[in-house]
């Protein structure tokens, strides 16, 4: 299998372990946009995950863990589901990420499905509680997601064929996280957990937030070629963005859909266009969560989880 090489957590400016490559930012945030789709976030249920969209999702990677959603009407059928996996890849779309599903078979028959299609890479985020439900299936990157704690990182080191880890920290474990030792070869992405407000901020917001992005003039460092589609067929910017609709997936395709011009007007959402940021010296190396803020104001080009505006 193919291994995937993101920037580490170093370079990022945070040090951690060689095998965590993202702290606090999805794996993608490091790596030069271009306008184009680049990645599928698709949802095959509600989920199951810890964190509802009723009570609030403070995750900085929410956007591909196993997070627990209202569906809004019946979700779409297996047939529709195949078919827009199929014209992601004849779009050149590359990444495919398969997330919140309902049952761990519909989640296994997706994923061979792309893998038989030759979507070039298909993740599988798959809860740590469900982990020996899986079977390996050869050419899928399968993702456990976990709570952080010693006993689950152990669970983790006895599945080798997992190709990674969404780990999810609290702000005042991250030191502890410092120093993890572990014999899981797999990458590590580190999934913190922000409070509802910043004044309940537990950890250093600026060096969670560093980043290296030769493109964020240009383009959203997050959001630019994501596309994330809800199970029952809501064609939204990021998984966690709700309210923010692009199409109907299930009346508009893969091409149909990246013809909106709202869309793409998220793909290019950099902070010189939010108003609060767009004098800031550090606009360029300051990853932006737009999910995150939208949820703590209620405004797309909300400001909650900045020290130096505060």
């Given at each position: 299998?193919e291994?995937?090489?993101?920037?580490?957590?170093q370079?990022?400016?945070?040090?951690?372990?060689p095998?965590?490559?993202?702290?606090?930012?999805?794996p993608?945030?490091?790596?030069?946009?271009?306008?184009r789709?680049?990645?599928l976030?698709?949802?095959?249920?509600?989920?199951?995950?810890?964190?509802?969209?009723?009570?609030?999702?403070?995750?900085?990677?929410?956007?591909i863990?196993?997070?627990?959603?209202?569906l809004?009407?019946?979700?779409?059928?297996?047939?529709?589901v195949?078919e827009?996996i199929?014209e992601?890849?004849?779009?050149?779309?590359?990444?495919?990420?398969?997330?919140?599903?309902?049952s761990?078979?519909?989640?296994?028959?997706?994923?061979?499905?792309?893998?038989?299609?030759?979507?070039?890479?298909?993740?599988?985020?798959?809860?740590?509680?469900?982990?020996?439900?899986?079977?390996?299936?050869?050419?899928?990157?399968?993702?456990?997601?976990?709570?952080?704690?010693?006993?689950?990182?152990?669970?983790?080191?006895?599945?080798?064929?997992?190709h990674?880890?969404l780990?999810?920290?609290?702000?005042?474990?991250?030191?502890?996280?410092r120093?993890?030792?572990?014999?899981?070869?797999?990458?590590?992405?580190?999934?913190?957990?922000?409070?509802?407000?910043?004044?309940k901020?537990?950890?250093?917001?600026?060096?969670?937030?560093?980043?290296?992005?030769p493109?964020t003039?240009?383009y959203?460092?997050?959001?630019a070629?994501?596309?994330?589609?809800?199970?029952d067929?809501?064609?939204?910017?990021?998984?966690?963005?709700?309210?923010?609709?692009?199409?109907?997936?299930?009346?508009?395709?893969?091409?149909?859909i990246?013809?909106?011009?709202?869309?793409?007007?998220?793909?290019?959402?950099?902070?010189?266009?939010?108003?609060?940021?767009n004098?800031?010296?550090?606009?360029?190396?300051?990853?932006?969560?737009?999910a995150?803020?939208?949820q703590?104001?209620?405004?797309?080009?909300?400001?909650?989880?900045?020290?130096?505006?505060?």
């Amino acid at each position: 299998m193919e291994k995937v090489v993101y920037d580490s957590a170093q370079s990022f400016g945070i040090d951690f372990s060689p095998n965590v490559v993202s702290v606090a930012k999805p794996p993608w945030s490091g790596r030069p946009h271009n306008g184009r789709l680049e990645r599928l976030i698709l949802q095959l249920g509600a989920g199951k995950g810890r964190f509802s969209e009723i009570t609030g999702i403070p995750r900085s990677i929410g956007c591909i863990g196993n997070n627990s959603f209202i569906l809004r009407r019946e979700p779409m059928s297996v047939e529709r589901v195949k078919e827009l996996i199929k014209e992601f890849k004849l779009a050149g779309g590359k990444e495919l990420w398969l997330t919140n599903y309902d049952s761990v078979g519909y989640l296994l028959s997706m994923a061979s499905y792309a893998v038989e299609i030759d979507v070039p890479e298909v993740y599988a985020v798959v809860r740590i509680e469900d982990i020996d439900e899986i079977r390996p299936i050869d050419g899928v990157r399968f993702i456990a997601e976990l709570e952080y704690s010693e006993e689950n990182i152990q669970r983790l080191e006895a599945h080798s064929w997992l190709h990674g880890a969404l780990v999810m920290i609290k702000g005042s474990d991250i030191d502890e996280l410092r120093g993890l030792k572990t014999t899981f070869q797999g990458e590590i992405y580190v999934d913190v957990l922000y409070p509802g407000s910043a004044r309940k901020l537990d950890f250093n917001v600026i060096e969670m937030k560093r980043i290296l992005n030769p493109t964020t003039e240009r383009y959203h460092d997050c959001l630019a070629g994501t596309l994330a589609i809800t199970a029952d067929g809501y064609a939204l910017p990021c998984p966690l963005l709700r309210n923010s609709v692009v199409a109907d997936a299930r009346e508009t395709g893969i091409k149909g859909i990246l013809r909106k011009r709202r869309l793409k007007e998220f793909w290019k959402m950099t902070k010189d266009k939010i108003e609060a940021c767009n004098t800031c010296p550090f606009r360029y190396i300051c990853h932006d969560c737009r999910a995150l803020e939208y949820q703590a104001t209620g405004e797309i080009d909300g400001l909650e989880y900045c020290p130096i505006t505060l």
